[in-house]
């Protein structure tokens, strides 16, 4: 029986600026349907720009059929990067993974939340005058905040922050061409670090 995959996010999971199979999420499906995991295309609900609360208006206005075998939740970096803080974050993250643990069949072990990447090493984040360091350090805060969360539920956090960090040598499809959002390879590398959590993890 094919598992059934739901994708929940932003800009990241919707893969802003690339082709469709080029996003994690297709990528991952993908990945272990070639390991022998039946994984059907996943459903995606993200767009660019959505922070918590707007994901989670989102959801609200959205079809679902659940249960669904895979759920995946990658959010946080427009709240980050309108200056909310880690109080304002907490809580919709926290709403946003028990729906995400609902929408699996209140099985918390079918859900991966994906760490946020960090925008600041990208060449959009040059004229960002919090700069670099300190773009980097408010997203290890949120990704810390999140991983407790996630891990008080019982869910599995996955963290694609130094996947996003890294520098290859060669660089093609690192990056998309807008200069901020990750490239077919870097998603790749996030897919493959992914797949192999839900290897161990699978329901």
């Known amino acids: 029986m094919r598992m059934r995959y739901l994708a929940?996010?932003?800009?990241?999971?919707?893969?802003?600026?690339?082709?469709?199979?080029?996003?994690?999420?297709?990528?991952?499906?993908?990945?272990?349907?070639?390991?022998?995991?039946a994984l059907d295309p996943p459903e995606i609900l993200a767009t660019t720009g959505?922070?918590?609360?707007?994901?989670?208006?989102?959801?609200?206005?959205?079809?679902?059929?659940?249960?669904?075998?895979?759920?995946?939740?990658?959010?946080?970096?427009?709240?980050?990067?309108?200056?909310?803080?880690?109080?304002?974050?907490?809580?919709?993250?926290?709403?946003?993974?028990?729906?995400?643990?609902?929408?699996?069949g209140d099985s918390a072990r079918r859900v991966i939340v994906v760490s946020i990447p960090d925008w600041g090493t990208t060449p959009f984040a040059a004229s960002d005058p919090r700069g670099r360091a300190l773009i980097g350090a408010q997203i290890d805060a949120f990704n810390a905040a999140a991983r407790e969360i996630t891990q008080t539920r019982g869910a599995?956090?996955?963290?694609?922050?130094?996947?996003?960090?890294?520098?290859?040598?060669?660089?093609?499809?690192?990056l998309a061409d807008d200069g901020l959002h990750p490239g077919s390879a870097q998603y790749a590398a996030w897919a493959a670090a992914i797949a192999a959590a839900v290897r161990h993890t699978r329901p």
Request: charged share 20%; net charge negative; aromatic share 10%.
């Open 8 to 37: 929940l996010g932003d800009s990241y999971t919707i893969g802003e600026d690339v082709e469709s199979p080029a996003r994690w999420p297709e990528q991952l499906a993908a990945t272990l349907c070639a390991q022998g995991i």
């Open 50 to 104: 959505w922070t918590t609360d707007e994901l989670a208006a989102a959801i609200a206005a959205h079809r679902f059929t659940p249960p669904y075998d895979l759920v995946s939740l990658l959010i946080g970096v427009n709240d980050q990067y309108r200056g909310r803080s880690l109080d304002e974050y907490r809580p919709p993250f926290a709403q946003l993974l028990d729906t995400a643990i609902r929408f699996a």
């Open 156 to 174: 599995h956090f996955i963290d694609i922050t130094a996947i996003s960090r890294s520098s290859p040598a060669d660089e093609t499809g690192w």
